[in-house]
């Protein structure tokens, strides 16, 4: 089995879907969610997780969202006071309104990449104290894409930070707080870092 050409076609084919989601969004859908990034405290996060993100310390951070969409999550993380955001999709068209949604909310220091989860690019090695990634979008992962997805996150995140999964819907969020760990006691997929590096095998 060519697991590098199945990668490549699952990018692609997701890629496809979603952009093409997005061209068929209700009107208006997420336009105006810089409004409430700039009246509410954590807008579009569960009640649970506000507790939960509460209790990190985010001052002076780095931060990261895989799978961010139109960006609302980690725009609204960025009022706990973190140094720099970076969110990654692989849609074009939703990290377009991602990017508009932080200018009119007036958030300076987030940026958003549109680019395959799966192909970080390696100048995000070890860079991110925290990490929220989309757990909706792990799950619509084939399993042998889901080892090189734990390859890219734990090449991004530095050692000891911290990772915490969540979902979209409106339903019971994950809530279990993941460390990154401790390179001496956890197989090579897991280890923070950077890909280049012979610790993280390919499929």
Excluded at 79 to 107: S, W, Y
Aim: glycine share 6%; hydrophobic share 40%.
């Amino acid at each position: 089995m060519d697991y590098h050409q199945d990668l490549k076609d699952f990018a692609f084919r997701n890629k496809e879907a979603w952009e093409e989601a997005f061209e068929h969004r209700h009107s208006g859908w997420g336009d105006e969610n810089y409004i409430r990034l700039k009246e509410e405290r954590l807008p579009f996060f569960h009640e649970d997780l506000i507790k939960v993100l509460e209790t990190l310390d985010f001052e002076g951070k780095e931060i990261a969202q895989f799978c961010c969409n139109n960006g609302r999550e980690l725009l609204s993380l960025m009022q706990l006071g973190a140094k720099r955001g970076v969110g990654f999709d692989i849609a074009d068209n939703i990290i377009h309104q991602a990017v508009e949604t932080a200018e009119k909310a007036g958030i300076q220091n987030c940026e958003f990449v549109s680019c395959n989860i799966l192909d970080i690019s390696e100048a995000y090695c070890a860079q991110f104290d925290f990490i929220l990634f989309t757990i909706d979008g792990f799950t619509f992962t084939p399993l042998f894409a889901q080892v090189v997805w734990y390859q890219r996150h734990g090449a991004v995140l530095q050692r000891q930070g911290v990772s915490v999964p969540h979902r979209h819907a409106r339903i019971n969020p994950a809530l279990s707080i993941v460390r990154s760990p401790n390179p001496s006691t956890v197989s090579g997929y897991f280890r923070p870092h950077c890909p280049a590096r012979k610790t993280l095998r390919s499929v």
